[in-house]
């Protein structure tokens, strides 16, 4: 990148930062991270080579901060190196009794039966986003659906869930949370 064009995008991203980083935190599902992701943007913008050329700055400045937000955040929710996940993996479960298997057992024939007698869309999403670990925004353009009809489907299916798995710890504690992609 020329120094015009660094400088030009430093510009545009000052004049509509608001904007950007209001459409960053729909992106990434927080304010700060949407913040931080949008400071970085501008220390690398000034750090720029010459290599490219711009056609859309705003969506130029909005993918650098997505892309930095992503990459910030797969660094920060690294639990376990792939060495220690091998050695996890032979490691004897000492919890593994019978009493907590039937128990475990009996919960997932419970979740099941709730999910048979959900509504046939709300099944579909709570799947793809707790099963799947689909973003809300994927489901509702794969199912041709609003971003918010998705929220709203997926809030009611959890609350369905927890009224009736009532004796079900995880769905108490809300943990029907399965991996989603940031």
């Not at 639990?79 to 009794?97: M, P, Q």
């Not at 999910?115 to 799947?132: F, K, S």
């Not at 009809?149 to 079900?168: G, H, N």
């Amino acid at each position: 990148m020329s120094e015009s064009v660094s400088s030009t995008l430093r510009a545009r991203m000052v004049a509509r930062y608001v904007e950007l980083r209001g459409k960053l935190e729909r992106i990434v599902g927080s304010r700060d991270d949407a913040a931080d992701a949008m400071q970085e943007t501008w220390l690398r913008l000034a750090a720029m080579g010459d290599t490219a050329t711009v056609n859309n700055a705003d969506a130029y400045l909005l993918r650098m901060a997505a892309n930095i937000a992503t990459d910030r955040y797969r660094q920060d929710h690294v639990l376990l190196a792939r060495g220690e996940i091998d050695e996890l993996v032979h490691l004897a479960d000492e919890t593994s009794d019978p009493e907590r298997i039937a128990g475990a057992r009996s919960d997932v024939q419970a979740l099941s039966q709730v999910l048979e007698r959900m509504p046939a869309r709300r099944r579909e999403i709570l799947v793809a986003a707790r099963v799947d670990g689909q973003l809300n925004s994927e489901i509702a353009e794969r199912m041709d659906l609003s971003v918010s009809t998705v929220e709203k489907e997926l809030r009611a299916a959890l609350e369905y869930c927890k009224k009736r798995l009532p004796d079900v710890e995880a769905a108490q504690r809300g943990h029907f949370a399965g991996p989603r992609k940031y």
